[in-house]
């Protein structure tokens, strides 16, 4: 028999949207990211899903459209994690670890924090700021290296009063991420831990899987099902961690398919996209079945260079986004059977990219060949 064709609209049309669209098509889902600034009505049906490949959108005709469909997954969920205090609220109420932190109010001074946290206090935009952006760090005694930062000064910002979270700052030994998938009836799955490497606070590198991390599994995965259960959750969603020796501090939560899980494409037998399609378009989940040590470097304002297609074990993923600098622009993956190819791959990969990425994937090798 035919399966009847599903059909899932994605609010938004970026990266993510384009590649859960292209883990749809196999599985016979008609998938079709909407630009969120279109300005037209759509061929909505009744029997429709929407997801959203980001926490927050405009109001346009096309996304009130969209918002204001029965069969919108998660609509409720985006506001409550997009709004840190709302974020931390709920992970306080359900005693899961996170750095401590306090609403910056009118009444909050820089002293009155660093008396609180310390002499370092981290600044969030409650909403929005994302790879570094939205942040601001307070720090109680300057050097002259600091001076001219404009995120890093001894006084709060002006105009940030009531709009940003205080946060302590955690010396954590290292940054981990769990993505894990949960549907409608509740079934979950999970990938392992994944070992992240940011740069001027951008995500640059993902390794995964860990056997040095198999330990901390149960727990972040304990951690990610209780959060999706108070939810009631449907698709995937990702959990940033500090690991602090044994213990896991939860980061932040996104809501969506996340640039840590890009690994799994190559990976896995089953990629987070799909994960996602699955569990909206109420499909069959599975276990995902991980192939090999997986490396995901991510493209950051560079040129398209051909020579990444000649790497052995390399799948490029190109966003075909305008150029800037510090944009994300697209994504390699490597995931291999046999470590020596892998390491000769990522050594051949550095000398295709500028200096900046030099740290990070000098940071790759190393883990590997520990």
Not at 332 to 352: C, E, G, P, R
Request: glycine share 6%; aromatic share 8%.
């Amino acid at each position: 028999m035919k399966p009847a064709i599903k059909r899932v609209w994605v609010l938004g049309a970026g990266q993510l949207g384009a590649m859960l669209k292209h883990a749809a098509q196999p599985l016979g889902v008609d998938l079709r990211p909407v630009d969120i600034e279109l300005d037209a009505n759509l061929p909505l049906d009744d029997g429709d899903v929407i997801t959203a490949e980001r926490e927050q959108w405009p109001s346009t005709k096309a996304t009130d459209q969209l918002a204001a469909h029965p069969n919108f997954v998660n609509q409720e969920v985006f506001g409550l994690v997009a709004d840190r205090v709302t974020q931390k609220q709920m992970l306080d109420r359900l005693n899961l670890p996170t750095a401590p932190w306090v609403l910056v109010t009118e009444q909050d001074t820089a002293a009155g924090l660093h008396q609180q946290y310390g002499a370092r206090v981290l600044l969030k935009q409650r909403t929005g700021g994302f790879d570094g952006r939205g942040q601001h760090w307070l720090v109680e005694h300057q050097g002259s290296d600091n001076q001219t930062s404009p995120h890093l000064s001894n006084a709060i910002p002006h105009g940030w009063h009531n709009k940003v979270i205080a946060e302590q700052a955690i010396a954590f030994d290292e940054e981990v991420s769990i993505v894990g998938v949960r549907n409608r009836v509740g079934e979950c799955h999970y990938y392992p831990l994944a070992l992240n490497r940011h740069q001027d606070g951008i995500l640059t590198v993902t390794l995964a899987p860990l056997e040095r991390l198999s330990s901390l599994q149960n727990a972040a995965q304990a951690m990610l099902k209780k959060v999706m259960d108070e939810l009631d959750y449907v698709g995937v969603m990702a959990m940033e961690l500090f690991r602090v020796g044994e213990r896991l501090l939860i980061n932040e939560l996104a809501p969506r398919v996340h640039n840590s899980g890009h690994w799994t494409q190559s990976g896995a037998s089953i990629s987070q996209f799909e994960y996602h399609v699955r569990a909206t378009a109420d499909l069959p989940l599975a276990p995902a079945v991980i192939k090999h040590n997986s490396v995901m470097i991510n493209l950051i304002g560079i040129d398209y260079n051909l020579a990444w297609l000649a790497l052995p074990g390399a799948e490029v993923f190109w966003y075909g986004k305008d150029v800037r600098p510090m944009r994300k622009v697209g994504h390699i993956n490597f995931s291999m059977a046999h470590q020596v190819q892998l390491l000769d791959s990522l050594k051949s990969l550095q000398a295709t990219l500028p200096d900046w990425y030099q740290p990070a994937l000098d940071w790759a090798i190393n883990e590997l060949e520990s």
